[in-house]
């Protein structure tokens, strides 16, 4: 994953001097790639809206999507997106590709990353347990958050051709530089709306594969949230 793989990088907006704020405009990622993407904070809670996961470019000759093959790179820590040249390093906490989500250790990167799925609702998950085992990534064989539907935080009907997060599921991560924060996924579509079943098959393909999750760090490195 590492260097390999690439990714569009998105730096929050802030007020500096003119030369650092040319440097974001030409840092920033194309507006369709983007969305509506931003960082909310509200005490300890923060919550990320709309971050592409290698949005859908196109369709094959089987009628299946595919986007472009490119990593989303976040940081826990910082409340940000991390740029794909710093994807080698430990800058970055988790990475969003589809319904694959890598966390920053073995395989996928230097860090000490893992993560466990915890079944409990976010609001009730106020520690990490003692005797938690984290699992990490060891592409291709296993995933530290584990892929397909209803093994970690997503249901996928086949029939209405929807993804919808399982209720009651929280990514319990420790970051790349070995602290806690608790995850939770809230929707898998822009603007934070799962399209109706009766929705069209462009809003349905074309829609998909922007996260919208909500989350705790514990930045002094405990346990508790």
């Not at 730096?11 to 194309?30: D, H, R």
């Not at 397909?148 to 790349?176: C, E, F, Q």
Request: net charge positive.
């Amino acid at each position: 994953m590492k260097k390999a793989v690439q990714t569009s990088v998105v730096v929050m907006a802030a007020l500096f001097a003119l030369a650092a704020c040319k440097k974001q405009k030409t840092e920033a990622p194309k507006t369709e790639d983007a969305g509506a993407f931003k960082v909310e904070v509200s005490g300890s809670i923060v919550t990320v809206k709309n971050l592409p996961a290698d949005t859908i470019i196109g369709l094959s000759s089987q009628g299946q999507p595919f986007g472009a093959g490119k990593y989303s790179f976040f940081s826990l820590e910082t409340n940000s997106w991390v740029p794909n040249s710093d994807s080698a390093t430990t800058k970055w906490d988790l990475a969003f590709a589809g319904t694959v989500i890598r966390v920053n250790n073995a395989t996928s990167g230097p860090g000490a990353g893992g993560a466990f799925v915890q079944v409990a609702n976010f609001s009730d998950v106020t520690s990490v347990s003692n005797d938690s085992t984290f699992r990490i990534d060891n592409h291709p064989v296993s995933y530290a958050i584990p892929r397909g539907s209803g093994r970690a935080w997503y249901n996928y009907d086949g029939v209405n051709v929807l993804l919808t997060p399982i209720a009651g599921r929280t990514l319990i991560i420790r970051t790349a530089s070995g602290k806690y924060a608790k995850v939770e996924i809230l929707n898998y579509y822009k603007g934070g709306i799962t399209p109706s079943v009766t929705a069209s098959d462009a809003d349905k393909t074309y829609k998909q594969r922007f996260y919208t999750f909500r989350y705790t760090f514990q930045a002094n490195g405990s346990k508790n949230f």
